[in-house]
Nanobody
């Protein structure tokens, strides 16, 4: 089993930045593809960004490209999401997730591809 705990959320003004962290425990996520999703009130959970096992491949949603960056530090068993140029529409609960994959270059962008989820961290962007 893998337990995931997000942190780093908060209230920020539009144009500001945050860095979200997701610490894994229970086992190493070194062989897992990792991702971030978000869910705004009244909306479905949507894909934000993903990173492969190797860290060499990433993919982001069009709505966050050029503003959000995903990264991983396997020595710390942690995945990060750097959020820059934040907009009010980025307000949501942000979740990290881990997926078992067979190829180190795989990135996963759909919810059902992920095996483990964190509890989420709230990001609120004021205008």
């Amino acid at each position: 089993q893998v337990q995931l705990v997000e942190s780093g959320g908060g209230l920020v003004q539009a144009g500001g930045s945050l860095r979200l962290s997701c610490a894994a425990s229970g086992r190493s996520v070194r062989t897992y593809a990792l991702g971030w999703f978000r869910q705004a009130p009244g909306k479905d959970r949507e894909f934000v960004a993903a990173i492969s096992v190797s860290g060499g491949r990433t993919q982001s949603a069009d709505s966050v490209k050029g503003r959000f960056t995903i990264s991983r530090d396997d020595d710390k068993n942690t995945v990060y999401l750097q959020l820059n140029s934040l907009k009010p529409e980025d307000t949501a609960v942000y979740y990290c997730a881990a997926a078992q994959v067979s190829w180190r270059g795989t990135v996963r962008t759909t919810r059902d591809a992920y095996d483990y989820w964190g509890q989420g961290t709230q990001v609120t962007v004021s205008s």
